[in-house]
C-alpha cells in the first residue's frame, strides 16, 4: 500500500503542476492524511476489538479502505503502461522525461501522451472508487428474477409450479431491518408454492440470526421451506476457543433453521406430492470442487431413495458442484439451484453484456446454465458480506415456474 502511494502521488503531482502553491498544498496534504489514515486502520486493527463496532460502521469503514486501495491500483495500471511506453522511447534513443510542457506532443496533439494516460488512469480509479461508493446504497435493492423452465418429465401435477430461491442471507451483515423487511414482503407477495433457501445464513454465528428471527420465520409456502448449509455456516472462517464451543455453534444454527419452520436438508431428500404425482428434493451440506472449500456434502447419501422419482431437485450452496460431480454421476439430476458467488456484489449485467471479476474464478456464477437436459440456476444472493453493497449485481429473489 505504501509504495502503491507513493507511485499514484507522482501522478497526482503531475495533473496538479499548473495549480497554485496554496492549491498544491492542500490537494497534497488531503492525499496523504486520507493514505495515512488507510494504512494506520490497517495496521491497529489486530488490536481493536473490531467486532464490537457498529455492524455499519465496520463494513463502511472495510469498504472505504479496499475501494480506496483498488481505485489506487487501476488507475496505477494506466501509470504504468505509460512509463513502460517511455521506457521503450528511451531505450530506443528518444528523450524518457521532460519537465517541459509538450516535449512529448506529436503533431495536432492537445496534450502529451503521458498527461493522456495520467488523466485516463485518474478516470478509470475514481470511477471505481465512486462506483463502489456509490453501491452501498444497492445493499437492500431487491431485483425480482423471474424464469419459466421447459422439463419434458415434469409430471403433470407439478406444471405450473412456482418455487422461490433465496440464497445467502449473511444476516450479520444486515443493520437496517425494515429494509430487510421489505425484501420478505416482496417473497410473500409472489405467494410461492414453495420456498428454497441455498445456504450461508450467517456471517459466522448462529446468534447472528437472533435479531433477524421475527423477520424471516414469515416465510412460508403451502409445499413447504426447505434449506442447506453454506460454507459460512460451519463457523470456519472465526476463531474459537475450542472445538466444541464451534460445535455448538453450529448445532445453534441448525436449531435456528428448526425455529423458523424450515426443514434443514443435510445430505438427504424429502418427497412432496401432489395430485398424485411426486418430486424428489435432494439438499446436501456444502460442496464444492475448488480446493480451499471442504467437502461436507454427500449427494450419494441423499440421492438413496429416489432413483424411481421421475423429477430431481437438488439444492447445493456452491455452483462448482455442478460440474464437480453433478453433470458426470446424475444425469437424472434435472434441475440444481445453487449460490455462493454473489456475483461478487460487482459487476455488469446489461442485455449484450454480462461480466465479473468472479467469472475468472466459477464457471457457472450468475444466472441460468444448461448442459443437455439438465438446468443449473445460481443466485446472486439476498444478503452481502464484506464489500456492503452492490455495484451492477443486485441482490436476488428467484422466482422459478416449472412447466412441462
Known amino acids: 500500500m505504501v509504495l502503491l502511494d507513493f507511485y499514484v502521488f507522482q501522478a497526482v503531482k503531475v495533473l496538479s503542476q499548473s495549480a497554485g502553491s496554496k492549491t498544491k498544498s492542500i490537494i497534497y496534504i488531503s492525499y496523504w492524511v486520507l493514505s ?19 455492524k455499519g460502521l465496520r463494513n463502511s469503514i472495510f469498504a472505504l479502505i479496499v475501494a480506496l486501495f483498488f481505485g489506487k491500483l487501476i488507475a496505477a495500471v494506466f501509470f504504468l503502461i505509460d512509463d513502460i511506453r517511455r521506457g521503450i522511447q528511451w531505450v530506443a534513443g528518444k528523450a524518457f522525461f521532460s519537465n517541459t510542457e509538450g516535449a512529448d506532443l506529436q503533431e495536432g496533439e492537445k496534450i502529451t501522451r503521458s498527461l493522456f494516460f495520467t ?55 444486515f443493520n437496517d431491518k425494515p429494509a430487510v423487511q421489505r425484501g420478505i414482503d416482496k417473497i410473500l407477495q409472489l405467494k410461492p408454492d414453495l420456498i428454497l433457501f441455498t445456504g450461508d445464513l450467517v456471517n459466522n454465528k448462529a446468534d447472528e ?5 421475527e423477520i424471516f420465520n414469515q416465510l412460508k409456502a403451502p409445499l413447504g421451506v426447505y434449506s442447506i448449509l453454506g460454507n459460512h455456516d460451519y463457523g470456519d472462517y472465526v476463531q474459537w476457543d475450542n472445538a466444541k464451543e464451534k460445535t455448538a455453534n453450529l448445532d445453534k444454527l441448525k436449531s435456528t433453521h428448526a425455529e423458523l419452520g424450515w426443514k434443514l436438508m443435510l445430505n438427504e431428500n424429502s418427497i412432496i406430492e401432489k395430485g398424485g404425482d411426486k418430486i424428489a428434493l435432494l439438499g446436501v451440506e456444502n460442496w464444492s470442487a475448488k480446493a480451499r472449500f471442504p467437502k461436507y456434502g454427500k449427494l450419494r447419501q441423499a440421492y438413496i431413495g429416489t432413483e424411481n422419482i421421475p423429477f430431481k431437485i437438488l439444492l447445493s450452496h456452491d455452483p462448482s458442484h455442478w460440474e464437480g460431480e453433478v453433470l458426470t454421476t446424475y444425469n437424472d439430476i434435472d434441475l440444481m439451484l445453487a449460490g455462493h458467488t454473489h456475483g461478487m456484489q460487482f459487476g455488469v449485467e446489461i442485455p449484450w453484456l454480462k461480466w465479473s471479476p468472479v467469472q475468472y474464478v466459477y464457471r457457472q456464477w450468475a444466472g441460468l446454465y444448461e448442459k443437455n437436459a439438465q438446468k443449473l440456476y445460481v443466485n446472486r444472493g ?10 451492477g449485481i443486485l441482490p436476488e429473489i428467484t422466482l422459478v415456474e416449472l412447466t412441462s
Open 36 to 54: 495515512a489514515m488507510a494504512l494506520i486502520t490497517i495496521l491497529v486493527l489486530p488490536y481493536l476489538n473490531f467486532d464490537n463496532l457498529p
Open 119 to 173: 488523466w485516463l488512469g485518474v478516470a478509470a480509479g475514481g470511477g471505481l472508487l465512486g462506483s463502489l461508493i456509490y453501491g452501498f446504497s444497492n445493499k437492500y435493492n431487491y431485483k425480482i428474477k423471474k424464469l419459466a423452465l421447459q422439463f419434458p418429465n415434469l409430471p403433470a401435477s407439478f406444471k405450473g409450479l412456482r418455487i422461490i430461491q433465496i440464497s445467502d442471507v449473511h444476516c450479520g451483515s
Open 209 to 213: 440470526m437472533i435479531e433477524y428471527m
Open 382 to 391: 439476498f444478503g452481502f458480506i464484506g464489500y456492503p453493497g452492490r455495484v
